[in-house]
């Protein structure tokens, strides 16, 4: 089975875009050679703090949220966040 996740959240800061797409890179990076899994990241057409990231064809997920909690802890993504909000994970895989 494979699972797909997006995980949003909202940035407390629209100037600090450019610094968080490098923090983004890099840390997806890291990510994929920890993994196999390559993501992408978007940011909200209609609202500049909205963020989503996306990795689809994880067929590991136990071992992908432990890397990813690590990953995001050692590029210090959380340091983005709006204050008392959090990085929301949804997961999808194909229906059958």
Known sequence: MQIDYYIYYRIADTERCAELSAALAVMQASLRAATGV???YRRRLDDASTW???YEGVT???NFEVELGMHVQRHDLYAFLL?????HIERF????
């Open 93 to 96: 895989r194909i229906p059958g």
């Open 52 to 54: 989503m990231e996306i």
């Open 38 to 40: 390559a993501g992408r």
């Open 60 to 62: 590991d997920p136990r």
């Open 83 to 87: 204050p008392g909000t959090a990085r």
